[in-house]
Protein backbone atom coordinates (compact mmCIF):
# COMPACT_ATOMS: atom_id res chain seq x y z
CA UNK A 1 0.00 0.00 0.00
CA UNK A 2 1.56 3.32 -1.37
CA UNK A 3 1.96 6.16 1.36
CA UNK A 4 0.35 9.43 0.56
CA UNK A 5 1.48 12.60 2.72
CA UNK A 6 -1.24 15.38 3.33
CA UNK A 7 -1.52 18.64 5.11
CA UNK A 8 -4.33 21.47 4.90
CA UNK A 9 -1.76 24.02 4.82
CA UNK A 10 -1.13 25.64 1.51
CA UNK A 11 2.14 27.75 2.29
CA UNK A 12 5.66 27.89 0.24
CA UNK A 13 6.89 26.27 3.63
CA UNK A 14 4.26 22.98 3.55
CA UNK A 15 5.21 22.48 0.11
CA UNK A 16 8.97 22.11 1.57
CA UNK A 17 7.89 20.19 4.06
CA UNK A 18 5.70 17.52 1.65
CA UNK A 19 8.72 17.01 -0.41
CA UNK A 20 11.03 16.57 2.59
CA UNK A 21 8.92 14.08 4.06
CA UNK A 22 9.22 11.88 0.72
CA UNK A 23 12.94 10.80 2.27
CA UNK A 24 14.26 11.24 -0.73
CA UNK A 25 16.76 13.91 -2.72
CA UNK A 26 15.94 14.36 -6.48
CA UNK A 27 19.71 14.26 -7.58
CA UNK A 28 21.65 16.44 -10.83
CA UNK A 29 19.69 18.39 -13.03
CA UNK A 30 16.13 18.49 -11.61
CA UNK A 31 13.24 18.93 -14.06
CA UNK A 32 9.97 20.56 -11.87
CA UNK A 33 7.28 19.85 -14.40
CA UNK A 34 3.97 21.90 -14.11
CA UNK A 35 1.44 24.30 -15.68
CA UNK A 36 2.43 27.87 -16.56
CA UNK A 37 -1.66 28.28 -17.06
CA UNK A 38 -3.21 30.24 -19.68
CA UNK A 39 -3.57 33.44 -18.51
CA UNK A 40 -2.99 35.52 -15.75
CA UNK A 41 -7.07 34.76 -14.52
CA UNK A 42 -5.84 31.20 -14.69
CA UNK A 43 -6.09 29.09 -11.63
CA UNK A 44 -2.17 27.57 -11.86
CA UNK A 45 0.23 27.27 -9.26
CA UNK A 46 1.64 31.01 -8.48
CA UNK A 47 5.41 31.55 -8.90
CA UNK A 48 5.31 32.90 -4.61
CA UNK A 49 3.80 29.78 -4.07
CA UNK A 50 6.31 27.55 -5.72
CA UNK A 51 9.50 29.49 -5.63
CA UNK A 52 10.57 28.29 -2.45
CA UNK A 53 10.35 24.36 -3.54
CA UNK A 54 11.70 24.94 -6.86
CA UNK A 55 15.16 26.38 -5.14
CA UNK A 56 15.46 24.18 -2.58
CA UNK A 57 15.39 21.23 -5.20
CA UNK A 58 17.50 23.65 -7.11
CA UNK A 59 15.13 22.70 -10.15
CA UNK A 60 14.48 24.21 -13.49
CA UNK A 61 10.66 24.46 -14.59
CA UNK A 62 9.73 22.66 -17.57
CA UNK A 63 7.40 23.06 -19.60
CA UNK A 64 6.19 22.09 -23.29
CA UNK A 65 3.89 23.71 -25.90
CA UNK A 66 0.31 23.09 -26.32
CA UNK A 67 -1.74 21.41 -28.96
CA UNK A 68 -4.68 24.38 -28.97
CA UNK A 69 -4.74 27.57 -29.64
CA UNK A 70 -4.38 30.24 -26.97
CA UNK A 71 -0.81 31.60 -25.54
CA UNK A 72 1.08 28.51 -25.18
CA UNK A 73 1.28 27.02 -28.70
CA UNK A 74 3.62 28.62 -30.38
CA UNK A 75 6.85 28.84 -28.47
CA UNK A 76 7.69 32.45 -28.96
CA UNK A 77 4.20 33.16 -27.59
CA UNK A 78 4.90 30.66 -24.49
CA UNK A 79 7.62 32.32 -23.49
CA UNK A 80 5.83 35.83 -23.67
CA UNK A 81 3.37 34.05 -20.82
CA UNK A 82 6.30 32.58 -19.23
CA UNK A 83 7.73 36.21 -18.90
CA UNK A 84 4.20 37.86 -17.93
CA UNK A 85 3.73 35.45 -15.18
CA UNK A 86 6.52 35.70 -13.52
CA UNK A 87 7.86 32.71 -13.85
CA UNK A 88 11.36 33.72 -14.75
CA UNK A 89 11.96 35.91 -11.68
CA UNK A 90 11.53 33.07 -9.17
CA UNK A 91 13.59 30.16 -11.74
CA UNK A 92 15.22 29.07 -14.70
CA UNK A 93 12.64 27.60 -17.03
CA UNK A 94 12.46 25.35 -19.92
CA UNK A 95 10.15 24.57 -22.96
CA UNK A 96 11.55 21.21 -23.76
CA UNK A 97 9.91 20.84 -27.06
CA UNK A 98 11.67 24.46 -28.36
CA UNK A 99 14.01 22.63 -30.07
CA UNK A 100 13.00 19.48 -31.27
CA UNK A 101 10.95 16.00 -29.84
CA UNK A 102 11.95 12.16 -30.13
CA UNK A 103 10.05 9.44 -29.69
CA UNK A 104 9.32 6.91 -26.20
CA UNK A 105 8.41 3.52 -27.54
CA UNK A 106 5.07 1.81 -25.21
CA UNK A 107 5.15 -1.95 -25.36
CA UNK A 108 1.26 -3.28 -24.69
CA UNK A 109 -0.21 0.00 -24.44
CA UNK A 110 -4.07 0.15 -24.68
CA UNK A 111 -3.87 2.56 -28.10
CA UNK A 112 -0.23 4.19 -28.42
CA UNK A 113 3.11 2.32 -29.35
CA UNK A 114 4.76 5.69 -28.81
CA UNK A 115 5.08 8.89 -27.13
CA UNK A 116 6.31 11.61 -28.64
CA UNK A 117 8.16 14.17 -25.88
CA UNK A 118 10.15 16.61 -25.65
CA UNK A 119 13.98 16.92 -26.59
CA UNK A 120 14.90 18.54 -23.66
CA UNK A 121 13.89 15.62 -21.21
CA UNK A 122 16.85 14.16 -21.90
CA UNK A 123 18.96 17.11 -20.03
CA UNK A 124 17.46 16.33 -17.04
CA UNK A 125 18.55 13.67 -14.12
CA UNK A 126 15.07 13.43 -12.01
CA UNK A 127 12.24 15.36 -12.10
CA UNK A 128 9.18 16.54 -9.27
CA UNK A 129 5.70 16.52 -11.09
CA UNK A 130 4.27 19.75 -8.98
CA UNK A 131 1.04 19.44 -10.10
CA UNK A 132 -2.58 21.57 -9.56
CA UNK A 133 -5.57 19.12 -9.17
CA UNK A 134 -8.54 20.51 -10.29
CA UNK A 135 -11.58 19.24 -12.90
CA UNK A 136 -10.87 19.37 -16.51
CA UNK A 137 -12.96 19.71 -19.21
CA UNK A 138 -11.98 16.47 -21.25
CA UNK A 139 -9.80 13.94 -18.88
CA UNK A 140 -12.27 15.28 -15.93
CA UNK A 141 -9.60 16.00 -13.51
CA UNK A 142 -6.19 16.88 -14.11
CA UNK A 143 -3.53 15.41 -11.20
CA UNK A 144 0.09 13.67 -10.95
CA UNK A 145 -0.83 11.34 -14.13
CA UNK A 146 -2.28 13.77 -16.68
CA UNK A 147 1.22 16.16 -15.89
CA UNK A 148 3.44 13.31 -16.81
CA UNK A 149 1.05 12.68 -20.06
CA UNK A 150 -0.22 15.26 -21.09
CA UNK A 151 1.78 17.88 -19.79
CA UNK A 152 5.67 15.68 -20.95
CA UNK A 153 4.56 15.28 -24.30
CA UNK A 154 5.12 17.94 -27.22
CA UNK A 155 2.45 19.80 -29.37
CA UNK A 156 2.71 16.70 -31.58
CA UNK A 157 2.74 14.08 -28.68
CA UNK A 158 -0.51 15.85 -27.09
CA UNK A 159 -2.20 15.25 -30.40
CA UNK A 160 -1.36 11.56 -30.45
CA UNK A 161 -2.83 10.82 -26.99
CA UNK A 162 -6.32 13.12 -27.70
CA UNK A 163 -6.82 11.37 -30.75
CA UNK A 164 -5.67 7.69 -29.40
CA UNK A 165 -3.07 7.70 -31.79
CA UNK A 166 -4.78 8.34 -34.63
CA UNK A 167 -2.69 11.79 -35.80
CA UNK A 168 -0.24 13.73 -34.31
CA UNK A 169 -1.69 16.83 -36.29
CA UNK A 170 -2.85 19.42 -33.39
CA UNK A 171 -5.62 21.10 -35.76
CA UNK A 172 -6.69 17.18 -37.12
CA UNK A 173 -6.73 15.98 -33.19
CA UNK A 174 -9.79 17.79 -32.33
CA UNK A 175 -11.73 16.16 -35.09
CA UNK A 176 -11.06 12.88 -34.50
CA UNK A 177 -14.10 11.85 -32.56
CA UNK A 178 -11.76 9.64 -30.10
CA UNK A 179 -14.00 8.05 -27.30
CA UNK A 180 -13.77 9.06 -24.24
CA UNK A 181 -12.01 6.01 -22.36
CA UNK A 182 -9.68 5.80 -25.44
CA UNK A 183 -8.59 8.96 -24.53
CA UNK A 184 -8.04 8.45 -20.78
CA UNK A 185 -6.07 5.37 -21.27
CA UNK A 186 -3.84 6.71 -24.28
CA UNK A 187 -2.79 8.96 -21.26
CA UNK A 188 -2.13 6.13 -19.17
CA UNK A 189 -0.23 5.06 -21.99
CA UNK A 190 1.99 8.02 -22.19
CA UNK A 191 2.55 7.97 -18.62
CA UNK A 192 4.11 4.65 -19.04
CA UNK A 193 6.41 5.50 -21.72
CA UNK A 194 7.83 8.34 -19.92
CA UNK A 195 8.02 6.56 -16.45
CA UNK A 196 9.78 3.55 -17.98
CA UNK A 197 11.80 5.91 -19.63
CA UNK A 198 13.01 7.45 -16.27
CA UNK A 199 13.39 4.46 -14.49
CA UNK A 200 15.20 2.87 -17.39
CA UNK A 201 17.72 5.80 -17.13
CA UNK A 202 18.25 5.61 -13.51
CA UNK A 203 16.24 9.09 -13.18
CA UNK A 204 13.90 9.11 -9.90
CA UNK A 205 10.58 10.26 -10.11
CA UNK A 206 8.86 12.59 -7.35
CA UNK A 207 4.98 13.90 -7.38
CA UNK A 208 3.59 16.83 -5.33
CA UNK A 209 -0.02 17.89 -5.75
CA UNK A 210 -1.58 21.21 -4.41
CA UNK A 211 -5.35 20.69 -4.71
CA UNK A 212 -6.79 24.60 -4.25
CA UNK A 213 -8.35 26.94 -6.43
CA UNK A 214 -10.63 23.82 -7.36
CA UNK A 215 -12.13 25.28 -9.82
CA UNK A 216 -14.54 22.58 -12.82
CA UNK A 217 -11.88 24.24 -15.37
CA UNK A 218 -8.50 23.52 -16.28
CA UNK A 219 -5.63 25.72 -15.89
CA UNK A 220 -5.45 25.51 -19.61
CA UNK A 221 -8.90 27.89 -19.24
CA UNK A 222 -7.97 31.57 -19.42
CA UNK A 223 -11.13 32.34 -18.09
CA UNK A 224 -12.40 29.65 -15.36
CA UNK A 225 -15.33 29.64 -13.85
CA UNK A 226 -14.91 30.83 -10.26
CA UNK A 227 -14.50 27.70 -7.44
CA UNK A 228 -17.27 26.25 -6.03
CA UNK A 229 -14.99 23.97 -3.08
CA UNK A 230 -12.93 25.56 -0.76
CA UNK A 231 -9.86 24.22 -0.91
CA UNK A 232 -8.19 20.99 0.75
CA UNK A 233 -4.53 20.80 0.39
CA UNK A 234 -1.24 19.34 -0.53
CA UNK A 235 -0.63 15.67 -1.08
CA UNK A 236 2.90 14.26 -2.10
CA UNK A 237 3.82 10.47 -2.54
CA UNK A 238 6.33 8.62 -4.84
CA UNK A 239 2.94 6.61 -6.57
CA UNK A 240 1.29 9.06 -9.36
CA UNK A 241 -1.23 6.61 -8.94
CA UNK A 242 -2.33 6.76 -5.28
CA UNK A 243 -1.82 10.64 -5.68
CA UNK A 244 -4.62 11.26 -8.21
CA UNK A 245 -6.73 8.19 -6.50
CA UNK A 246 -6.09 10.29 -3.13
CA UNK A 247 -7.09 13.66 -4.40
CA UNK A 248 -10.08 12.63 -6.10
CA UNK A 249 -11.38 10.48 -3.27
CA UNK A 250 -11.28 13.63 -0.85
CA UNK A 251 -12.84 15.66 -2.77
CA UNK A 252 -15.71 12.72 -3.35
CA UNK A 253 -15.81 12.45 0.41
CA UNK A 254 -15.87 16.01 1.46
CA UNK A 255 -18.44 17.60 3.36
CA UNK A 256 -18.22 20.58 1.33
CA UNK A 257 -21.45 20.95 -0.78
CA UNK A 258 -19.45 22.99 -3.24
CA UNK A 259 -18.11 19.73 -4.63
CA UNK A 260 -21.23 18.85 -6.46
CA UNK A 261 -20.12 20.47 -9.51
CA UNK A 262 -16.64 18.80 -9.67
CA UNK A 263 -17.73 15.47 -9.11
CA UNK A 264 -20.13 15.58 -12.15
CA UNK A 265 -17.39 16.88 -13.98
CA UNK A 266 -15.34 13.95 -12.85
CA UNK A 267 -17.45 11.56 -13.34
CA UNK A 268 -19.50 12.43 -16.70
CA UNK A 269 -16.23 12.85 -17.89
CA UNK A 270 -15.35 8.91 -16.08
CA UNK A 271 -12.07 10.28 -15.01
CA UNK A 272 -11.11 7.39 -12.62
CA UNK A 273 -10.29 5.16 -15.94
CA UNK A 274 -6.65 7.25 -16.15
CA UNK A 275 -6.53 5.69 -12.59
CA UNK A 276 -7.39 2.21 -13.14
CA UNK A 277 -5.48 2.49 -16.61
CA UNK A 278 -2.53 3.29 -15.06
CA UNK A 279 -2.95 0.92 -12.30
CA UNK A 280 -3.15 -2.20 -14.90
CA UNK A 281 -0.16 -0.90 -16.45
CA UNK A 282 1.85 -1.21 -12.97
CA UNK A 283 2.59 2.57 -12.89
CA UNK A 284 1.55 2.24 -8.86
CA UNK A 285 -1.77 1.15 -6.68
CA UNK A 286 -4.72 2.28 -5.94
CA UNK A 287 -4.61 1.32 -2.77
CA UNK A 288 -2.88 3.94 -0.17
CA UNK A 289 -2.62 5.05 3.46
CA UNK A 290 -2.91 9.02 4.57
CA UNK A 291 -0.19 9.76 6.52
CA UNK A 292 -1.27 13.49 7.96
CA UNK A 293 1.19 16.03 8.67
CA UNK A 294 -1.32 18.06 10.14
Not at 197 to 205: I, Q, R, S
Not at 215 to 228: G, I, K
Request: hydrophobic residues 40%; proline residues 3%.
Amino acid sequence: MSKVYFTRNITPESLVKMYEVLGVELPGRVAVKMSTGESEHSNHLRPALIADLIHRVNGTIVECCTAYGGSRQDVKDHWAAIHERGFEKVAKVDIMDEDAEFDLPIENGFHLDRDIVGEHLKNYDSMLVLSHFKRHIMGGFGGALKNVSIGIASTHGKANIHSAGVTTDAEKCWKCGTKQDDFLESMADACKAVMNYMKAEGKPMAYISVANRLSVDCDCDAHPHEPEMADLGIFASLDPVALDQACYDAVKQSDDPGKAALIERMDSRHAIRTVEAACEHGLGERAYEIVSLD
